[in-house]
């Protein structure tokens, strides 16, 4: 793979990175995160440089103010759900907001169970919880919510939104869900053949050019003919047409 990536983010913003399977979204993940050294290049978060081919700079991982959440998720199997945790945050921390990430990824009744003992969602939500445990300023999310129902999906979204309202970190987040990306992103950067092809907000992206959109069944009311679709952290109804259930994504003409 050549994989040739120039990009710009904001502090503060959140990004998404969008592509088929192979495209070098993971690989991305983590050259930024210190595990993949590239080629050639420079990787600047501020005025601090964590990589510079040039200079021979080469900050290793634990010198990194990133977070990453691992696709496999990378638990601890001997430690518990808290105990996870609690080995991410900074030292002489309290645990206020381990607290508050376990209730907000409603783990209180499995928070001293071994991570062997729980479902893939589960599995899944702890290891988005340990990643937001560390307090650091650029988190990198691979994927962070597929393993959720739909439901759960959402509210986590929620979340996400509240967590960053309040601290302000910088997320890069992996994600083939057009609906999460436009309730979640900024910004979005489409990957396609080892390189970014497409930079712009996700109704840039998405929507124009291609009048069509991709949106999520969230309610269906067949005595009065009518869907609820959310595209994005919208809501739009539509006449139902065919047999639609809750969670179903669909296409949606944007020129309509």
């Given at each position: 793979m050549?994989?040739?990536?120039?990009?710009?983010?904001?502090?503060?913003?959140?990004v998404?990175?969008?592509?088929?399977?192979?495209?070098?979204?993971?690989?991305?993940?983590?050259?930024?995160?210190?595990?993949?050294?590239?080629?050639?290049?420079?990787?600047?978060?501020?005025?601090?440089?964590?990589?510079?081919?040039?200079?021979?700079?080469?900050?290793?991982?634990?010198?990194?103010?990133?977070?990453?959440?691992?696709?496999?998720?990378?638990?601890?199997?001997?430690?518990?759900?808290?105990?996870?945790?609690?080995?991410?945050?900074?030292?002489?921390?309290?645990?206020?907001?381990?607290?508050?990430?376990i209730?907000?990824?409603?783990?209180?009744d499995l928070?001293?169970?071994?991570?062997?003992?729980?479902?893939?969602?589960q599995?899944?939500?702890?290891?988005?919880?340990?990643?937001?445990?560390?307090?650091?300023?650029?988190?990198?999310?691979?994927?962070?919510?597929?393993?959720?129902?739909?439901?759960?999906?959402r509210?986590?979204?929620?979340?996400?939104?509240?967590?960053?309202?309040?601290?302000?970190?910088?997320?890069?987040?992996?994600?083939?869900?057009?609906?999460?990306?436009?309730?979640?992103?900024?910004?979005?950067?489409?990957?396609?053949?080892?390189?970014?092809?497409?930079?712009?907000?996700?109704?840039?992206?998405?929507?124009?050019?291609?009048?069509?959109?991709?949106?999520?069944?969230?309610?269906?009311?067949?005595?009065?003919?009518?869907?609820?679709?959310?595209?994005?952290?919208?809501?739009?109804r539509?006449?139902?047409?065919?047999?639609?259930?809750?969670?179903d994504?669909?296409?949606?003409?944007?020129?309509?």
């Open positions: 050549l994989l040739d990536i120039r990009a710009e983010i904001e502090l503060g913003e959140i998404a990175l969008y592509g088929t399977s192979g495209a070098g979204k993971t690989s991305t993940l983590r050259m930024l995160a210190g595990l993949m050294q590239p080629d050639s290049g420079h990787i600047q978060i501020g005025s601090e440089t964590w990589f510079d081919s040039d200079k021979k700079i080469n900050f290793a991982p634990q010198q990194r103010d990133v977070g990453l959440m691992f696709q496999d998720y990378a638990l601890f199997p001997n430690m518990t759900v808290r105990a996870n945790l609690e080995f991410a945050q900074e030292k002489n921390t309290d645990n206020k907001r381990i607290d508050e990430l209730e907000a990824m409603q783990l209180g928070q001293h169970q071994f991570p062997t003992r729980l479902s893939g969602g599995q899944q939500r702890v290891a988005l919880a340990r990643t937001l445990a560390q307090g650091a300023k650029v988190l990198l999310l691979d994927e962070p919510l597929s393993a959720l129902d739909t439901e759960m999906r509210d986590l979204q929620d979340f996400l939104l509240a967590f960053h309202k309040k601290y302000q970190p910088t997320i890069i987040l992996v994600s083939h869900d057009i609906g999460e990306i436009f309730r979640l992103a900024d910004r979005v950067f489409v990957l396609e053949n080892e390189e970014i092809t497409q930079t712009g907000t996700p109704l840039e992206v998405f929507a124009e050019g291609n009048e069509k959109l991709i949106g999520r069944v969230i309610e269906v009311d067949e005595k009065q003919g009518l869907v609820a679709i959310l595209i994005g952290d919208k809501v739009i539509k006449s139902l047409n065919g047999t639609l259930v809750v969670g994504e669909i296409q949606i003409n944007t020129d309509t």
